[in-house]
Nanobody, 119 residues
């Protein structure tokens, strides 16, 4: 059973940083494409960043609003995918979700971690 568990959320002041981590169990990370999504209050869930599986080309994508501020990274040995978030702004406030897609199209979601950017 594949499970994803996010951690690292919290309250941070504007301009601050947080590092989110997504731990995958029940599967091998290299076979998954991983994405971070977020859902702000009253808004639809949106993709933030994704990284294709190692067996593909491992390419990375960021939504425009986080380019230059967020960095996605993968640790195959720890089976984790991190999202380093710098220069946070109030508009980054949201529940952040980890999403994993297996090579056969199966999709898995974590339960999310709350990020609040406020002074």
């Amino acid at each position: 059973q594949v499970q994803l568990v996010e951690s690292g959320g919290g309250l941070v002041q504007p301009g601050g940083s947080l590092r989110l981590s997504c731990a995958l169990s029940g599967g091998t990370l290299s076979k998954f494409s991983i994405a971070w999504f977020r859902q702000a209050p009253g808004k639809e869930r949106e993709p933030v960043s994704c990284m294709t599986k190692v067996e593909s080309d491992g390419s990375i994508w960021y939504t425009e609003s986080v380019k230059g501020r967020f960095t996605i990274s993968r640790d195959i040995g720890r089976n984790t995918v991190d999202l380093q978030m710098n220069y946070l702004v109030p508009e980054d406030t949201a529940v952040y979700y980890c999403n994993a897609e297996l090579y056969n199209g199966m999709i898995f979601w974590g339960k999310g971690t709350l990020v609040t950017v406020s002074s």
